[in-house]
């Protein structure tokens, strides 16, 4: 099932369209839900795949592609481009290599590897390492918090949730066993440079199979059911 959520940052009372700069907390302590999507049905065209092999196969999206870096990485995008402090999270099963991407405040849905777009990714996988990297992935982008703990090693055919977020200055990023209770934030950078806009999701010389992503956004009072007393209490 696919569903969006609400416009982060935008509120309906009484007939009024209200425009709200929010301030939020370092890290997200609760969040609406932006979009999700479990893959019941065929993906339709909220996602933009600029390139690479997805297919939507038994409830789930599958990306049968493994070729190289640069000439066949898979990305696949979902958003707005005036997305701002998104966490996106997803279950990935790899079927062969194990080296995925995770994308927040994209500027656009393109390739990322190339420097066609700026924003937060999360690199994965090469050799047990995870990075966060500004402005695209390694080695396009600044590399800005690294882990070589093996924490983050894919193995073949066991599903993972992952989890990859910015709020403020703040990016964060965490993996652990799909089904089993979330640990804190394991990898975390900060950095003062704006990005806002779309999530993504990518692999290179992986394949596998997405399922349940879910993207949320802190600080959002919904639109039905948001009161002028929640709108206000956002500038306390």
């Known amino acids: 099932m696919r569903q969006w959520g609400n416009i982060p940052g935008v509120f309906m009372v009484r007939n009024i369209v209200i425009a709200v700069c929010l301030s939020l907390a370092a890290l997200p302590s609760s969040a609406d839900i932006l979009f999700q999507d479990s893959f019941d049905t065929a993906p339709d065209d909220a996602w933009v795949i600029p390139n690479g092999g997805w297919q939507w196969s038994d409830g789930r999206f599958q990306n049968t592609s493994s070729c190289g870096f640069q000439t066949c990485m898979s990305p696949i995008f979902v958003g707005r481009p005036d997305w ?4 996106l999270k997803v279950d990935f099963t790899p079927t062969s290599g194990g080296v995925i991407y995770l994308m927040v405040g994209m500027s656009a849905p393109s390739l990322f590897e190339l420097g066609a777009a700026s924003g ?3 690199d994965m996988g090469w050799g047990d ?3 966060i990297v500004y402005g695209g992935s390694s080695p396009a ?3 800005l918090a690294e882990d070589w703990t093996g924490l983050w090693h894919l193995s073949v055919g066991v ?3 992952v989890e990859f977020g910015k709020a403020g200055d703040q990016a964060f990023a965490r993996i652990y066993p799909a089904g089993s209770a ?3 934030w394991q990898l975390r950078a900060t950095d003062t440079r704006p990005s806002v806009g779309w999530c993504g999701f990518s692999t290179w010389a992986t394949t596998g199979y997405l399922d349940n992503v879910v993207v949320t956004g802190s600080g959002v009072v919904p639109v039905e059911s948001g009161t ?3 709108v206000k209490a956002l500038y306390r």
């Open 129 to 131: 390492h995870a990075a």
């Open 84 to 87: 701002v402090d998104a966490t």
């Open 120 to 122: 937060w990714c999360l």
């Open 159 to 161: 599903t993972y949730t």
């Open 228 to 230: 002028w007393g929640e």
């Open 141 to 143: 982008g600044q590399e």
């Open 182 to 184: 979330a640990p804190d």
